[in-house]
């Protein structure tokens, strides 16, 4: 971008790419320590042309990530798609909770201008620290012309993700993540970037209004031997929703089966997912029967975070909930 081009907002909010060990070769190290007007120094100091606008928003752990940041990040995103003189915004993010951010964004954003999450496996002062690398792609990404129109995106490891495909595949490494069932939609490096798709959402308006509150959906993990009582706990804490990450594809045992149709009866709707690590989980027989919504392609963490948007938005009927899950 020439300095005559319009700018790019950048949402700090902490994580790794803003941490620091205070050695280059210590394990442990402390997230959002670096605040987003010297994290930008230090990336101008690289000789990239671009006109980025910082705004720290949170300097903290993604992993206590909460619904007021979200709602501040959306706002923001938001008055930047109606600023003309913002070309579109990259938000600096943890990558432990970056795909549940991404995805929550998209489905709550127009398609107009791009917006873009990024991340680092590795702070600032670490050996090999991925951060800059990574921020250099977002800014290749975000101001890029064939952006918009691809829902909110998330550069890592030199590649570009959908929200609705990315997730944390691996624990340590640069390359951490993976998209399913898509994989990369793009490539990016700090001097090129390739898309390997056409833009597939092309001035789409915000699927969903952002929600007032998020309501309380939790995620049972199914295990060998596991009953009913599960259930039962997550009912008496009053979840208004119930996701499942199930056995292979979203299977469960059968008294966890009848305690979950029993919930659906009573009005409380239920998603079944996988906690395998890839795989789609289809419609069954069954779910026509119990009332369940099978995730589709989205793991637990994101099927959630739809579930609790439906929710929000009046949406609790297993076909229309259904149909919002089979959307790409």
């Not at 402390?30 to 720290?56: K, N, S, T």
């Not at 292979?248 to 659906?264: F, I």
Request: proline share 6%; charged share 15%.
């Amino acid at each position: 971008m020439q300095s005559s081009s319009p700018s790019i907002l950048v949402l700090a909010t902490g994580g790794t790419i803003a941490g620091q060990a205070g050695s280059a070769t210590r394990a442990d190290y402390r997230p959002g320590q670096i605040d987003i007007a010297d994290f930008l120094a230090a990336f101008r100091d690289l000789g990239v042309e671009a006109q980025l606008v910082g705004q720290q928003v949170a300097a903290i752990d993604s992993a206590d990530i909460s619904f007021a940041i979200w709602r501040e990040l959306h706002s923001a995103c938001m008055a930047a798609m109606d600023d003309p003189d913002c070309a579109g915004v990259i938000i600096t993010h943890g990558t432990d909770t970056a795909e549940e951010t991404a995805f929550l964004l998209d489905l709550t954003l127009p398609t107009a201008k791009p917006v873009v999450l990024v991340g680092a496996m590795r702070p600032a002062d670490a050996v090999g620290s991925d951060g800059l690398r990574n921020f250099a792609n977002a800014v290749q990404v975000a101001a890029h012309p064939e952006a918009a129109g691809r829902g909110v995106l998330l550069v890592m490891g030199d590649t570009v993700l959908s929200a609705r495909d990315a997730r944390k595949a691996r624990t340590g490494g640069t390359n951490a993540f993976a998209g399913f069932p898509r994989g990369p939609v793009a490539l990016a490096t700090p001097s090129a970037l390739d898309w390997l798709s056409p833009p597939w959402r092309v001035e789409e308006a915000a699927r969903f209004p952002f929600p007032a509150a998020l309501p309380l959906v939790p995620i049972l993990h199914a295990f060998a031997g596991m009953d009913a009582g599960s259930v039962a706990s997550a009912l008496a804490s009053g979840a208004q929703g119930i996701v499942l990450a199930g056995f292979g594809a979203g299977n469960m045992p059968q008294v966890v089966r009848e305690a979950l149709a029993e919930a659906v009866a009573s009005g409380i709707p239920v998603v079944r997912a996988t906690r395998v690590d890839e795989g789609l989980v289809d419609p069954e027989p069954g779910d026509a029967t119990h009332g369940f919504i099978a995730t589709r392609a989205l793991g637990p963490a994101k099927a959630r975070i739809l579930l609790q948007v439906l929710i929000a938005s009046g949406v609790t009927g297993q076909a229309e909930a259904q149909a919002a899950f089979d959307r790409r």
